[in-house]
């Protein structure tokens, strides 16, 4: 019986962490979905698609060096996620527009400490 119920809890806390837990990729997409939608003529009528995210431990992109960077220098091990993918917005005359974009959310000692619109094309 106490087996049961110290497995019962087990899932029950494995269950609540997956279901209520922020993972670093969800808040870096959150973080750079975000920013993105920020710099849209509309924000409000930002709608993403095809958004993926891996974890990098390069810094080096093609346009800059992350590490080079000195609001990132306080920080002992950093780290940064990429994420990628198409917005649609409306631009100045109302029309819906796509865009793909790249954006680098900067982790440093394991907290996500930056982020970094690449591009929005």
Not at 32 to 46: E, G, H, L, N, Q
Not at 51 to 70: G, P
Not at 89 to 97: E, H, L, Q, R
């Amino acid at each position: 019986m106490w087996i049961a119920a110290g497995a019962l809890v087990i899932v029950a806390v494995i269950v609540g962490f997956t279901v209520f837990g922020d993972s670093t990729e969800d808040e870096a997409v959150d973080r750079c979905t975000s920013a993105v939608a920020d710099r849209m003529k509309s924000p409000s009528t930002a709608e993403f698609s095809d958004v993926s995210a891996f974890e990098t431990d390069s810094l080096k992109t093609i346009d800059e060096d992350y590490a080079q960077l000195d609001r990132y220098s306080n920080y002992g091990k950093l780290s940064r996620w990429v994420v990628t993918g198409d917005v649609d917005a409306s631009n100045s005359f109302g029309a819906t527009v796509r865009s793909e974009f790249n954006c680098s959310a900067i982790v440093g000692d394991g907290t996500i400490v930056g982020v970094e619109v690449g591009y929005i094309e």
